[in-house]
């Protein structure tokens, strides 16, 4: 609720949900939802445990499986009044525990929201309900020569919903844009139950810019029940460059000589040779294994244009120390190139029994720092890493491989995993550049905001959701939670937060 | 903190707790633009100077105050520039001003608006406190989007103290085309384009005249012009014209003594007005000015019939609002998003809406 005093502004500790009764959340939900749309027996909550981030699993109380809007509204009013959490779910693809469901709350799935509402292939835009999955849409836009541009690796699975929580990108965001740039409007329900219509049809609306605020919040302000997004014209042709380098660090040198030249690729990839050797193995792109990094570069345009970026390209990479350059010939030879960089997380998962992905963001031209400072890991924590990055924005997915059912393992990805994240914000970037926060990166928030910044975060949320009930615990960390936190990794001889209640 | 940035904060939090009303004021060219100007004058353009600037991050980060013009000639010089092609409105306009009011010129509609190119703020809140939100990298989910929140909220959030922005290569070809066409035909050509994989960088219709600019590779643009044909103009021509629609210094733009320059913003493929007054059509259809003395309550409907929305851009009654009133249940949350930022209520009251 409110509070009066700024001094015990929100975001000071978690919300206590144990007074939730079970039994009278069921009774109200059964009223509003059609039969077979409740669930609460253990058994049928268990496909829900987890999304993508399969480490941290729990059992919500209820999941809703609504199929209108008026469902929705009429669950969310229910939960306001009794003071029940919701966590909103689309197709669970998710890898930083966004949709990992609260103990004492409604998991709100939105998989029966799966239609397609309206293409408008001259406004070149499409409406879809939350559930629709990303490549329905590019598959729904096709035949008008158009598509949906922002392609994360899951889109054959992952919803459009989940990609506005989100903020998703993909690997030709580097041209065309993150769900942000790709989205008109967004129409949602608040926990109060209040339709709201976020955007339009047209490039922008009066007032703040909520549509930017909604889009990867990790359903923490509002639930969605439509979306419209932009279409784009099909490129007439796309070219797909791979080079080999004999070094990580100059192949990274090359990818900032790309952007120097005035080059933005469609797309911009890079691979080592523990991640290339893992890919080989499972989809035989073809990629070269004796080198210790290779680069994907894609060109799209007209045919005059794309041949003369392709050039260019070539040339940069010569003088960059390639050790071999290849342009894929046909579309199938690009797909090729592709489908080694898109399988590298199953690749992951088949040669380990685990594995854990991370996500930070950090300028270009402190990758090779952050090269070698992985490598250093890898023996501090006796784990291994194959790498894979959107090399054109920064975005690194080092991939932490581990085996749960050893002692301790988990435990030590973790802490990998916590000190690259740390690594990034120290290097001038960021904890996560697509995937969100969730519950995984919830503590390295806390090094990544001051105790001011934090605050502001409570107190946007509940320029939204005033009582607190959506997602709670997830994206934003309280300020107890940094407390303790910071209270396990003291830094430079202070404790960050002193000011606030500890445990 | 730097020494301003201290000063700064202090003189927010005397006048938060005093709650007296501030005025931010920049470089003072888009003073036109939003609700009336109220409270002390608070001069921002002391604070400038450019903090980063790596070509090959495609970041800059500048502080507040800067001119415009001197960021945009710093980029120049590396051979980028800002791809939303802000307007100016006047000699002074500053980097601040620009990110507050969110406006964007004529090639919005193909590269994006000026929020699109938000990476991160300093802002300085109405409690006095420095904030940082987003960052230098392209891509951060890290906390909600806040930098992007601030972008065209005319002052009424914060003071922004610092701005990181993502900036492009610029382009190497442009070329600009002219077809005699009427609005109808015009508005479908133009949506008919945006659906084709064309190098189109900006449309302008006007009195019976579309132009196209086109602008990428040599190749590109090259192939795209032999296409389509139309009237080339001349290198010098073209870009007097672009600039004159960006600075709104083309006649069409001018408005009488009473009358209003309203921009409506539509879908791309919303019909004709249909509305007494002089038009003139850009952002692919998604964008329309129209100059003269008509009603605004008839201006407002049609616009949101069309499903859109209509700004009194310039001239009117300002103190009576300029931007289409909110929805209830979206009202309330901006309300609260001021609170959040703004508690005192200090910072340019009534700029975006008579409420707050």
Redesign the interface.
């Known amino acids: 609720m409110m509070l009066e005093n700024?001094a015990l502004a929100f975001g000071e500790t978690e919300g206590d949900f144990s007074a939730v009764d079970k039994a009278r959340v069921v009774e109200a939900l059964g009223k509003v939802l059609p039969p077979g749309t409740l669930m609460y027996d253990a058994e049928d909550l268990r496909p829900y445990e987890c999304d993508g981030l399969a480490a941290y699993r729990a059992l919500p109380l209820v999941v809703a499986l609504p199929t209108t809007e008026e469902q929705v509204v009429a669950v969310l009013r229910i939960c306001h009044e009794l003071g029940v959490p919701v966590v909103a779910r689309g197709a669970g693809t998710g890898l930083s525990g966004g949709a990992l469901p609260h103990t004492r709350g409604v998991l709100l799935s939105l998989a029966r929201f799966n239609r397609i509402l309206k293409l408008?292939?001259?406004?070149?835009?499409a409406v879809a309900q939350p559930g629709v999955r990303n490549l329905a849409i590019s598959e729904a836009a096709a035949p008008?020569?158009?598509y949906y541009a922002p392609d994360p690796s899951s889109q054959i699975a992952c919803s459009i919903g989940g990609n506005v929580s989100?903020?998703a990108?993909g690997v030709h965001?580097?041209k065309y844009?993150?769900t942000?740039?790709n989205l008109l409007r967004v129409r949602g329900v608040?926990i109060e139950g209040?339709?709201?219509?976020?955007g339009?049809?047209?490039?922008?609306?009066?007032?703040?810019?909520?549509l930017?605020?909604v889009?990867?919040?990790e359903g923490?302000?509002v639930v969605l029940t439509e979306v419209t997004v932009k279409l784009v014209?099909?490129?007439?042709l796309a070219q797909c460059v791979l080079a080999a380098f004999d070094d990580v660090v100059r192949a990274g040198e090359a990818v900032?000589?790309i952007?120097?030249a005035?080059?933005?690729p469609a797309g911009l990839e890079m691979m080592d040779q523990p991640a290339t050797a893992a890919v080989e193995e499972f989809v035989r792109a073809g990629y070269p294994l004796d080198a210790k990094a290779i680069l994907l570069c894609e060109s799209d345009?007209?045919p005059?244009?794309v041949?003369?970026?392709i050039a260019r390209v070539r040339a940069v990479l010569e003088e960059s120390g390639a050790t071999e350059i290849r342009v894929s010939r046909d579309e199938a030879e690009r797909l090729r190139f592709w489908a080694g960089r898109k399988a590298a997380f199953p690749a992951a998962g088949r040669i380990s029994p685990d594995y854990y992905c991370m996500d930070g963001?950090?300028?270009?031209?402190r990758l090779g720092e952050m090269l070698t400072a992985i490598q250093d890991m890898e023996g501090k924590y006796g784990l291994r890493c194959m790498n894979v990055f959107?090399a054109g924005?920064?975005?690194l997915h080092p991939l932490i491989l581990f085996d749960a059912n050893q002692p301790d393992e988990l435990e030590r990805a973790e802490e990998f995993g916590a000190e690259i994240l740390e690594l990034s914000v120290a290097l001038?970037?960021?904890?996560?550049?697509?995937?969100?926060?969730g519950l995984e990166?919830i503590n390295q928030?806390c090094a990544?905001?001051?105790t001011?910044?934090v605050r502001?975060?409570f107190?946007?949320?509940?320029?939204?959701d005033?009582p607190g009930l959506l997602n709670p615990g997830k994206?934003?960390p309280t300020l107890n939670r940094c407390a303790e936190y910071g209270r396990m990794r003291v830094s430079k001889g202070h404790v960050p937060y002193p000011d606030i209640p500890r445990f | 903190m730097t020494t301003i940035e201290k000063e700064w904060a202090e003189r927010v939090r005397a006048a938060a707790a005093a709650r007296t009303p501030l005025c931010l004021r920049g470089g003072g060219s888009k003073g036109f633009y939003g609700g009336p100007l109220a409270g002390e004058p608070f001069e921002l353009c002391a604070n400038r100077g450019v903090v980063a600037h790596?070509?090959?991050?495609?970041?800059v980060t500048v502080r507040g105050g800067t001119p415009l013009a001197e960021l945009e000639e710093l980029l120049a010089e590396k051979?980028q520039y800002l791809a939303f092609e802000p307007p100016h409105f006047g000699p002074g306009a500053t980097v601040g001003g620009c990110v507050a009011s969110?406006l964007s010129g004529p090639r919005?509609?193909n590269a994006?608006?000026l929020?699109?190119f938000m990476l991160g703020i300093k802002l300085l809140?109405g409690?006095g406190?420095?904030?940082?939100?987003g960052?230098?990298?392209?891509?951060?989910?890290?906390?909600?989007?806040?930098s992007?929140?601030v972008?065209?909220?005319l002052g009424t959030?914060g003071i922004l103290l610092e701005v990181s922005l993502k900036v492009?290569?610029?382009p190497?070809a442009e070329a600009t085309l002219r077809f005699e066409l009427d609005e109808a035909s015009a508005l479908r050509r133009v949506?008919?384009l945006?659906?084709?994989?064309?190098?189109v960088s900006a449309t302008l219709w006007q009195d019976g005249v579309l132009h196209l600019r086109l602008s990428?590779?040599?190749?590109?643009v090259?192939?795209?012009g032999a296409r389509l044909g139309g009237e080339a103009l001349a290198p010098a021509a073209a870009q007097a014209l672009w600039t004159a629609v960006r600075e709104q210094t083309l006649p069409g733009f001018a408005v009488e003594e009473g009358g209003v320059l309203w921009r409506l913003?539509?879908?791309?493929?919303a019909p004709a007005l249909g509305l007494p007054g002089r038009q003139l059509v850009e952002?692919g259809g998604?964008?329309r000015w129209l100059a003269g003395a008509v009603e605004a309550q008839a201006v407002r409907a049609r616009a949101t019939e069309l499903?859109?929305?209509a700004?009194a851009f310039r001239g009117g009654d300002r103190a009576a609002g300029v931007?289409?009133?909110?929805?209830a249940?979206?009202a309330v949350?901006?309300r609260?998003?001021k609170?959040?930022?703004d508690?005192a209520g200090i910072f340019n009251p009534g700029r975006?809406?008579p409420e707050f």
């Open positions: 700024e408008d292939p001259l406004a070149r835009t008008y020569g158009l989100e903020n990108g965001c580097l844009g993150l942000v740039h608040t209040e339709i709201v219509e976020i339009s049809g047209a490039l922008d609306s009066p007032g703040y810019d909520l930017a605020l889009t990867g919040s923490m302000l014209p099909k490129p007439q900032a000589k952007i120097a005035g080059i933005i345009g007209t005059e244009e041949a003369e970026e963001t950090i300028p270009r031209k959107h924005d920064g975005n001038g970037g960021t904890i996560t550049g697509e995937h969100g926060v990166k928030m990544q905001f001051t001011a910044e502001q975060f107190r946007v949320k509940a320029a939204f005033p994206a934003i | 790596e070509p090959t991050e495609l970041v051979g969110g919005r509609a994006g608006a929020r699109d809140d409690r406190e420095v904030l940082r939100f960052g230098q990298v392209m891509k951060n989910v890290a906390g909600y989007d806040l992007r929140l972008a065209g909220s959030l492009l290569p610029r190497v949506n008919e945006g659906g084709q994989p064309l190098p990428g590779a040599e190749a590109a090259q192939a795209a913003s539509l879908p791309s493929t952002w998604a964008q499903g859109g929305h700004v931007f289409q009133p909110l929805a249940p979206l949350v901006h609260r998003l609170q959040a930022f508690p975006l809406y």
